[in-house]
């Protein structure tokens, strides 16, 4: 089992900043690739970005490239995003997932991860 929880969530005015985590644990966690999707009100859930297991690689949504950047520190546990430049767009629902069975390949639809965290919302203002 992996257990993922998010934090970092809130309430910024568009061009601000906004850093999430996500912690995890679990006999494989480490070994996992792990990823951002987030969910805006009826809308589908959608892939913002990924790492690799040791996070020499990643990949971005084309809409968040340049503005978004993931990490990750397996010492600590933790997967960060941190999101600069953000929208109103950007308003949702941010979710980190874990893919137990993937270590060096990025997925990027959701129904590949098998493991997610609980979301924190994320509300950008105009």
């Known amino acids: 089992q992996v257990q993922l929880v998010e934090s970092g969530g809130g309430l910024v005015q568009a061009g601000g900043s906004l850093r999430l985590s996500c912690a995890f644990s679990?006999?494989?966690?480490?070994?996992?690739?792990m990823a951002w999707f987030r969910q805006a009100a009826g809308k589908e859930r959608e892939f913002v970005t990924g790492?690799?297991?040791?996070?020499?690689?990643?990949k971005y949504a084309e809409s968040v490239k340049g503005r978004f950047t993931i990490s990750r520190d397996n010492a600590k546990n933790t997967m960060s995003l941190q999101m600069n430049s953000l929208k109103p767009e950007d308003t949702a629902v941010y979710y980190c997932?874990?893919?137990?069975?993937?270590?060096?390949?990025?997925?990027?639809?959701?129904?590949?991860?098998?493991?997610w965290g609980q979301g924190t919302q994320v509300t950008v203002s105009s």
């Open positions: 997932a874990a893919d137990r069975r993937r270590t060096f390949v990025i997925m990027t639809t959701a129904n590949e991860y098998e493991y």
């Open positions: 679990g006999r494989t966690s480490s070994y996992s690739a």
């Open positions: 790492i690799t297991w040791g996070g020499d690689s990643t």
